[in-house]
């Protein structure tokens, strides 16, 4: 259904599409518009930051990119990083593809990268996505915040133990 492509230069005016559609980031934090050398220097540094790992979900069968899934943070030494995705192609919401994706890079984070957790935060507002997480196997830390413009934000985490059972892959 989908494969996952790492990010380059070649996807970089999809994904400024995708990261300034209000309706795609209505539950985002506001990002200040970059100019297009901001842009590319943007694309540069995530292409070397060792911490991230950012992936182009592409639908296998018309090989358009729809959206983008990422490992941010990543710290090697306590094993963890901070899980973000976002489905830019609003005809492909609701169609499955973000939990194969999703499913995909924590497989890849537990058991290529041998990760032990992953978390996330989300506005609180964002209904819908916390029950993808939760469905996902994320859980609620019950910690939350305030964000700079007074959103409430919770974070969630996924253990690598409850992700493997969950899904039987020992």
Do not use: C
């Amino acid at each position: 259904m989908v494969e996952l492509v790492p990010l380059e230069k070649k996807y970089l005016d999809i994904v400024t599409k995708w990261n300034y559609d209000k309706e795609i980031n209505f539950y985002f934090s506001k990002r200040p518009p970059l100019s297009q050398e901001q842009q590319n220097d943007w694309l540069e540094k995530t292409l070397k930051d060792s911490t991230k790992k950012k992936y182009i979900i592409i639908h296998q069968l018309n090989k358009k990119p729809v959206g983008m899934v990422s490992l941010m943070k990543i710290e090697v030494t306590s094993r963890k990083a901070e899980f973000g995705i976002t489905i830019g192609e609003k005809n492909y919401w609701g169609t499955g593809i973000a939990k194969t994706a999703s499913e995909m890079l924590l497989n890849y984070a537990f058991q290529i990268i041998k990760l032990d957790e992953l978390y996330l935060t989300v506005f609180e507002a964002n209904v819908r996505a916390i029950q993808f997480f939760s469905n996902l196997g994320f859980v609620k830390t019950g910690k939350s915040f305030s964000n700079e413009n007074g959103t409430i934000v919770i974070e969630m985490n996924l253990y690598k133990s409850h992700f493997l059972n969950q899904h039987k892959l020992h």
